[in-house]
T-cell receptor
Framework: GAVVSQHPSRVICKSGTSVKIECRSLDFQATTMFWYRQFPKQSLMLMAT?????????EQGVEKDKFLINHASLTLSTLTVTSAHPEDSSFYICSAQTSGPYNEQFFGPGTRLTVL | QQQVKQSPQSLIVQKGGISIINCAYE??????FPWYQQFPGKGPALLIA?????SEKKEGRFTISFNKSAKQFSLHIMDSQPGDSATYFCAAAFYNQGGKLIFGQGTELSVKP
């Protein structure tokens, strides 16, 4: 149980285009999902917290107009990188939080974004 | 005060040996301490987690030792195997504040055959 999927697994796009990444909890409902960014050999950096049916909460320094997050259902959250530039190239990872005594987070497999 | 400091940055262990990774935190309000394992190009996977009301938790070859007074916790991997070679992250969270994880810097473990 507790499987989280991401789509696509990797995407290459031209500078200036927008890219949408989907995060799905496959076997549980997730009121809260998180979006992270990870650079090579570095730790995960939380970008935003996504709550179903409400606006996402962004971490300090993350541009909310550039990284649009939508959490329209209890099993799906999307991250759209708008007008992507080469510096947005990174590994984007989502996680979904279970409800219960520990509120465990289960992570998706990640999406490798390369902006040319 | 929200930081979690992890060491060492990298670790090389012989097959069959014990791998030990340490983490330290400052905020005593943290109440959930998970460890994640990440292979290259993959998302992190929850390995084992502990709450501050216990001092040790063991699952198979993996053990978390927790020292509340010292504000430290560690991961021990017994009988380390080449398949354990991965990056390990400790984390801390406030359970009652949405569960937002604060990650350590990561430890790259290499288990030599």
């Amino acid at each position: 149980g507790a499987v989280v999927s991401q789509h696509p697994s990797r995407v290459i796009c031209k500078s200036g285009t927008s890219v949408k990444i989907e995060c799905r909890s496959l076997d549980f409902q997730a009121t809260t999902m998180f979006w992270y960014r990870q650079f090579p050999k570095q730790s995960l950096m939380l970008m935003a917290t996504s709550n179903e049916g409400s606006k996402a909460t962004y971490e300090q320094g993350v541009e909310k107009d550039k990284f649009l997050i939508n959490h329209a259902s209890l099993t799906l959250s999307t991250l759209t990188v708008t007008s992507a530039h080469p510096e947005d190239s990174s590994f984007y990872i989502c996680s979904a939080q279970t409800s219960g005594p520990y509120n465990e987070q289960f992570f998706g497999p990640g999406t490798r974004l390369t902006v040319l | 005060q929200q930081q979690v400091k992890q060491s060492p940055q990298s670790l090389i262990v012989q097959k069959g040996g014990i791998s030990i990774i340490n983490c330290a935190y400052e905020n005593t309000a943290f109440d959930y301490f998970p460890w994640y394992q990440q292979f290259p190009g993959k998302g992190p996977a929850l390995l084992i987690a502990i709450r501050p009301d216990v001092s040790e938790k063991k699952e198979g070859r993996f053990t978390i030792s927790f020292n509340k007074s010292a504000k430290q916790f560690s991961l021990h991997i017994m009988d380390s195997q080449p398949g354990d070679s991965a990056t390990y992250f400790c984390a801390a969270a406030f359970y009652n504040q949405g569960g937002k994880l604060i990650f350590g810097q990561g430890t790259e473990l290499s288990v030599k055959p």
